[in-house]
């Protein structure tokens, strides 16, 4: 069984099939069957405990309807608005099975639509079992426990089986004095005309729909004004979506239609086939291409040209990550702003009508004018509506200034200076050395961490030395030791991710905090090791990390000791610096013996520790040898 068809459900295999009888229509034989699916029962009681505000009506496994808590039919004096899932198949009452291919709609779009449920949105919605339409029975009883005098209005997507259960369950309540309005909701913009009879299919913009409707209920407007303004609405708004994988049905293994580096555009929101098969492309095409179809002069889709004002939204389809979607609506709104001259106003990004663990997205957009704004914005109570989206939205967002460190004046920018001094440009060198011993490093640096970590100890650090490099050319004062130990910091904070990344962060802050404090007199040989000293001790208060927990202090706390040691014998301080170095190699080899007590290689088991050296110790004794070997070479010359 392929992986994507685990699901964290109770019985994967919960789906009963109830033959109900068979249909001849010319050449086809159909099979009539009924499903009960108890994922989707099991769903709505966690649902339902989870939101204080919502109910369920005591009619399981026939009867799936979610509504509001505070509402009852008998006593409700507004519009109830009411929505429930769709079905892809062409008859109404029963899910059929032609040959051997199962057409189902219905639950799996969720939040969809259950979770808008609340006040100032949907009063109920009727839940199908999986990508299956909800019996009339069902939409019968949601109308019944929701509608009083003001009446009902039914959103429906636009699929055939939807409008004929939806359509026989408005005319029964209709019989029974019950006022029913019906509007339906085809937004689909992947499909050019003609469509036939079938028209445009419902998808993501229903939620559109589903709010504007809501708040106008909430005024007290009448039924047909309400199904006014629902109707205006579905006029409004266009989707189209892409998807890079099949969903998963419950307990059945994930159909594989869809080829590695393949994508899928123009998909409906049940597992169907889409328009078109193409090659993944970056998300700027994929976007540019969706806005191309849904704003086409030729199909004319919806009526929204150069000056008109738009909402947004991009829908997950599933398993797509947040991060991708906000990737992808950054692209439409630039698109739109830049390509479509029009004004976005409102942008809605997260999943709202799902396909189970589709991977994809679509994008709804919508033209607005102040009333439909002032309905998106209104209140409302739904769980899975996002009330921070709200308000005047800016026509383009100008970055805010990075605000300026407090340790400098507002108007100080350090430089290199002109002419550099001995002590300069034995810095230099040193730096330059350090740096470039950790780039010639790195592929060395990622094979050990790739054993022992997550792999990128050498990009990681490669980085923070490549950043240094080309900030020492521009803006490292290296007459200054103490502003040039702060500024190496800087180089790596902006560079330099991860945990490597802030404890080196720290350890150039602390250095340089404790040369600030002694730099009125000219730095000594002693202040450097004392400085050095501070450092390791920030790094291990900070970190956690002691002498022996395989991290980089066991290849700089001993060149720390070894540095003070030698330097109190009263050594000369350019070969206790070398003596140092030594121990700092030493120290990083020795953490080939020592079991991990911080960081990544805290998980990985002894075995495989023992065959490589922590890298990071590795990564810490090379730059610091490097540094002493050419501060070495350096003074030796300046002797001579």
Request: proline share 5%; charged share 20%.
């Amino acid at each position: 069984m392929d992986f994507r068809s685990k699901k964290l459900i109770n019985d994967p295999n919960g789906l009963f099939i109830i033959p109900a009888g068979l249909l001849i229509l010319g050449d086809w034989i159909y099979v009539i069957v009924t499903f009960q699916l108890y994922v989707v029962t099991e769903f709505i009681e966690g649902l339902v405990e989870t939101y204080p505000g919502l109910q369920y009506l005591d009619g399981f496994p026939d009867v799936k309807v979610v509504f509001r808590a505070d509402v009852s039919g008998a006593t409700y004096d507004k519009v109830a608005v009411i929505s429930g899932p769709d079905i892809d198949s062409c008859l109404s009452l029963l899910s059929v099975v032609v040959v051997r291919h199962i057409h189902r709609g219905g639950s799996g779009h969720e939040p969809a639509h259950a979770g808008f449920v609340g006040e100032g949105m949907l009063t109920a919605a009727i839940c199908g079992d999986v990508f299956a339409s909800p019996p009339v029975d069902s939409i019968l009883a949601g109308i019944r426990a929701v509608t009083g005098p003001s009446g009902c209005l039914l959103i429906v997507k636009n699929y055939t089986g939807d409008r004929l259960n939806f359509g026989l369950a408005a005319e029964q309540a209709k019989s029974e004095g019950y006022k029913v309005e019906m509007v339906i909701v085809g937004d689909d913009c992947a499909l050019p005309p003609p469509r036939g009879i079938a028209g445009r299919r419902g998808l993501a913009g229903t939620i559109l729909v589903h709010k504007i409707a809501g708040a106008a209920a909430v005024l007290g407007l009448s039924l047909e004004e309400v199904a006014a303004e629902a109707k205006r609405a579905s006029d409004m708004v266009g989707t189209m979506g892409v998807a890079l994988s099949v969903c998963t049905l419950p307990g059945q293994v994930t159909p594989d239609r869809l080829g590695p580096g393949k994508m899928e555009l123009g998909l409906g929101i049940h597992g169907e086939p889409g328009a078109a098969v193409a090659d993944l492309q970056p998300v700027d095409i994929v976007v540019s291409h969706v806005l191309k179809q849904i704003l086409s002069t030729e199909t004319n889709y919806v009526p929204i040209t150069r000056g008109s004002r738009v909402v947004v939204m991009i829908n997950g389809l599933g398993a797509t990550p947040l991060m991708e979607l906000m990737i992808a609506a950054g692209k439409v709104i630039a698109g739109l702003q830049l390509e479509y001259g029009v004004a976005v106003e409102r942008v809605y990004t997260g999943s709202f009508m799902t396909s189970l663990d589709m991977a994809g997205f679509s994008i709804t957009v919508m033209k607005a004018d102040q009333a439909i704004l002032n309905q998106l914005d209104a209140p409302t109570r739904a769980p899975n509506w996002p009330v921070a989206v709200d308000g005047n939205r800016p026509a383009t967002k100008i970055p805010v200034p990075v605000p300026p460190s407090r340790s400098k004046k507002n108007d100080e920018v350090l430089s290199r200076p002109e002419q550099l001094s001995t002590l300069g440009h034995i810095l230099e060198v040193a730096i330059e050395a350090a740096a470039t011993s950790i780039i010639n490093l790195r592929d060395n640096l990622n094979d050990w961490d790739s054993k022992v970590g997550d792999g990128d100890c050498g990009s990681t650090m490669s980085r923070g030395a490549s950043a240094i490099l080309e900030d020492m050319k521009k803006c490292y004062p290296l007459n200054d030791p103490a502003e040039t130990v702060a500024e190496i910091g800087s180089s790596i904070r902006k560079v330099m991710g991860g945990t490597s990344g802030i404890i080196y962060d720290i350890f150039f802050k602390v250095a340089y905090a404790q040369l600030k404090a002694n730099s009125h007199a000219g730095i000594t040989a002693l202040q450097w090791a004392d400085a050095l000293e501070a450092a390791i001790a920030a790094v291990s208060k900070y970190g956690g990390a002691k002498a022996g927990y395989r991290t980089l202090l066991d290849a700089l706390i001993p060149a720390s000791s070894v540095l003070k040691e030698k330097l109190a014998s009263g050594e000369d301080p350019v070969e206790a610096f070398v003596l140092s170095a030594e121990a700092a190699v030493a120290g990083a080899e020795s953490t080939k013996s020592m079991q991990a007590q911080a960081g990544r290689s805290s998980y990985v088991s002894a075995d495989i520790l023992a065959s490589v050296a922590d890298p990071g110790a590795m990564a810490a004794a090379c730059w610091y040898k490097a540094s002493a070997l050419a501060v070495k070479n350096k003074c030796k010359g300046v002797d001579e």
